[in-house]
C-alpha cells in the first residue's frame, strides 16, 4: 500500500471520528464536528454550539442560527490554546468546509492541512485556506 493510499485511509478515519463528535451538538441545523491531529495523535475537539455558560440552543424558534455560536473549528483551535499542545504543522478534520471566519483562525493557529467531508455552499473559506498555501482536502464520506 502507498503512503497515499495509507494517508487517505487515515483522513478517512479522522472524518469518521469528526462526524461522530458533531452528535455532541446540540445545533438542530446542522452539527459539525471537528478533531485537531498532530504525529497521528489527536490534540483537540469542538464541535458547533454555545459557549460555555449559555444555554444549548442554538436556533431561534424561527430556526435562525443565535451569532453567539461557536463553529466546531473555533472550539477545537480555541481549547487547544488553553492546553499544553500546538497546533502548528497539524491536520484539522471538520464535517463541514470552514467558513471565512474559522479560516482566518485555522491560519494563525499554523494548521498546515484542512481535511473535510461536505462542501458548504459558501467557499470564500477555502480560497483563503488555499491562498495561504494550507492544503485543503474534499474527502466526502460514503453514507
Known amino acids: 500500500m502507498s503512503n ?7 483522513d478517512l478515519r479522522y472524518l469518521r471520528m469528526a462526524t461522530i463528535w458533531s452528535e455532541n451538538s446540540y445545533c438542530r441545523r446542522r452539527k459539525v464536528g471537528a478533531l485537531i491531529v498532530k504525529d497521528k495523535m489527536i490534540i483537540s475537539d469542538g464541535f458547533n454550539g454555545t459557549p460555555s455558560g449559555f444555554p444549548n440552543i442554538c436556533e431561534s424558534e424561527e430556526g435562525v442560527t443565535f451569532p453567539y455560536v461557536l463553529h466546531a473549528e473555533a ?9 499544553n499542545n500546538s497546533s502548528e504543522g497539524s491536520t484539522l478534520y471538520v464535517t463541514a468546509s470552514p467558513c471565512m471566519e474559522c479560516s482566518k483562525l485555522i491560519i494563525q493557529a ?11 455552499r459558501i467557499t470564500d473559506g477555502l480560497d483563503l485556506l488555499r491562498n495561504a498555501g494550507v492544503e485543503t482536502v474534499h474527502l466526502p464520506l460514503e453514507s
Open 110 to 120: 499554523g494548521i498546515r492541512r484542512v481535511v473535510f467531508s461536505e462542501l458548504y
Open 75 to 83: 472550539n477545537a483551535i480555541t481549547k487547544v490554546a488553553r492546553s
Open 4 to 10: 497515499e493510499e495509507k494517508q487517505r485511509l487515515l
